[in-house]
């Protein structure tokens, strides 16, 4: 199926697409991580357990699409085969916690030393940095898949280096900065992405900081 922006780019991934023999293949796991699941699915899972806790109100946001093109192989089958994002998406999840207000991207890389910008939309950085100016926890939960490493960084330093690009600074962050810049997240198994912990480093550090 087709999807396309607004403006009526058709829609890439942005990472290297895989072939289809691996498309199908398990994906690698933690001792904690949930066989098979992508970054989305465990976070989807981590909300959910948070939600039933009490803990946090965190949920995906959803993508309106318009459907322009459909086809009927079968009187009870349609199949969509060509749609347009209705608008440009924002990031990927937003919600309350502690009467903060969360907002945040989830991403995924293959590469094992740098985390590139192209996985990033001017859009996204412009609506994370309205957010930061209204108050708002934002960050980027970023998982270096090889690694099976996962990270919070958090947006304002996503929004220096992205801007820096500009006067010619290099076009990804290195896993050094992410390391002494974001906070570390390790799998358990409830919830399987405990990123709260870390939000509440990110937290304490801004209190820190405005005192």
């Known amino acids: 199926m087709a999807f396309h922006y607004p403006n009526g780019q058709p829609y890439l991934n942005n990472e290297v697409p895989q072939s289809k023999k691996q498309a199908t293949r398990p994906k690698a796991t933690t ?61 990927d999840y937003n919600g309350i916690y502690q009467g903060r207000y969360l ?31 209204q108050g708002g926890i934002c960050f980027v939960i970023m998982k270096f898949v090889p690694l099976q490493r996962l990270f919070l960084l958090p947006a304002s330093e996503l929004i220096t280096r992205w801007d820096a690009q500009a006067d010619g600074a290099r076009k990804s962050i290195p896993l050094e900065i992410v390391i002494k810049q974001g906070y570390e997240i390790n799998y358990q198994l409830n919830p399987t992405i405990p990123y709260l912990s870390a939000v509440d480093q990110l937290i304490a550090y801004q209190v820190k900081r405005s005192n």
Not at 105 to 121: G, L, S, V
């Open 103 to 133: 907002d945040f991207e989830a991403k995924e890389t293959k590469n094992k030393t740098a985390f590139p910008f192209r996985n990033f939309h001017q859009h996204q950085i412009e609506h994370f940095r309205a957010c930061l100016q």
């Open 31 to 91: 001792l904690f991580g949930k066989r098979g699941m992508s970054l989305e699915e465990e976070l989807n899972d981590s909300n959910q357990y948070y939600r039933s806790q009490s803990m946090a109100v965190v949920y995906k946001k959803p993508t309106p699409i318009q459907i322009v093109k459909v086809d009927y192989p079968a009187r009870s089958q349609a199949v969509i085969k060509e749609a347009y994002f209705k608008q440009a998406s924002t990031t």
